[in-house]
């Protein structure tokens, strides 16, 4: 695995009580703390994990964030949390990128693509600089054709194809 985000994203503005830090409201404690426990869960429970978090009052009336990026990381994994009432382009819920694929979802449904590591051609690492016919520099690389697939209402669930992800559960 190389990177979980997990985003709650609107392009929306509050002005509830839940807006405000004297109710206990914001981001954070409304949306953020479930995004925590479910990445803690995938974490495990053998280091505690390095945080990095930034909050914003953007949108909302009130004085709490309504703005909350998370980072979560330990040796090999790393958590993208966010919520914001300010992005007019979200994404999907869920984005999880591994060394053979990547798998994103909402609860309306999962999608993947993967490669398949033995199936793709075999190359060398290239020391020496490349470049064409006329002595330009060129990159050694190639696109991968992947393999896909998709669930219907599905959830994060032990049954997806190889993604070398190992840290998936339902809940």
């Not at 954070?28 to 803690?40: K, Q, R």
């Not at 914003?56 to 709490?64: C, K, R």
């Not at 909350?68 to 790393?78: A, F, Q, R, V």
């Not at 050694?140 to 190889?162: D, F, M, S």
Request: charged share 20%.
């Amino acid at each position: 695995m190389v990177q979980v985000s997990i985003t709650a994203s609107h392009f929306s503005r509050r002005w509830d009580w839940q807006t405000l830090k004297s109710r206990n409201g914001g981001s954070l404690l409304n949306t953020g703390s479930h995004f925590i426990d479910l990445s803690l869960q995938w974490l495990g429970v053998e280091t505690l994990p390095n945080v990095l978090c930034r909050m914003d009052s953007v949108n909302s009336f009130g004085d709490a964030e309504d703005y909350c990026k998370i980072i979560l990381s330990s040796p090999g994994k790393l958590f993208d949390i966010e919520i914001s009432n300010c992005n007019a382009y979200a994404g999907p819920t869920y984005l999880i990128q591994g060394k053979h694929g990547s798998l994103k979802g909402n609860n309306s449904g999962l999608e993947w693509k993967y490669f398949k590591p033995e199936e793709a051609p075999h190359h060398e690492l290239e020391l020496a600089p490349l470049s064409n016919a006329g002595g330009m520099p060129i990159y050694c690389r190639e696109e991968l054709t992947p393999e896909a697939g998709n669930r219907e209402k599905a959830r994060l669930i032990p049954l997806l194809p190889p993604l070398s992800i190992t840290c998936c559960m339902t809940r």
